[in-house]
């Protein structure tokens, strides 16, 4: 059973941006840190991005750093993952992740970076 829900994904065209988002009515996602994490086709799943329960943590893979930008919304449950800069090799599953590896997880949101 996927716990939490992604969703923002899309085409878009490199250089361009998307907001994905990671929501959930069953799990209040302010009693954890928050991790992002892809996978693209043949390719295993690679953490991308986390933070902290109060947000004032914030960390990155290199592949993203300087174009991704994490952040949360206790108020309203809710984190975000800010993309700019697209590139066609950020095409992947995005997944959110609550409770590390054994904890909650979503069904993953499509992106896809292409002309």
């Known amino acids: 059973q996927l716990q939490l829900v992604e969703s923002g994904g899309g085409l878009v065209q490199p250089g361009g941006s998307l907001r994905i988002s990671c929501s959930s009515s069953?799990?209040?996602?302010?009693?954890?840190?928050i991790g992002w994490f892809r996978q693209a086709p043949g390719k295993e799943a690679e953490g991308i991005s986390c933070?902290?329960?109060?947000?004032?943590?914030?960390n990155y893979a290199n592949a993203v750093k300087g174009r991704f930008t994490i952040s949360r919304d206790n108020t309203n449950h809710m984190v975000y993952l800010q993309m700019n800069s697209l590139k066609p090799e950020d095409t992947a599953v995005y997944y959110c992740?609550?409770?590390?590896?054994?904890?909650?997880w979503g069904q993953g949101t499509q992106v896809s970076v292409s002309s």
């Open positions: 992740n609550a409770g590390g590896r054994s904890g909650f």
């Open positions: 933070i902290s329960i109060y947000g004032q943590n914030t």
């Open positions: 069953v799990v209040t996602l302010g009693n954890y840190a």
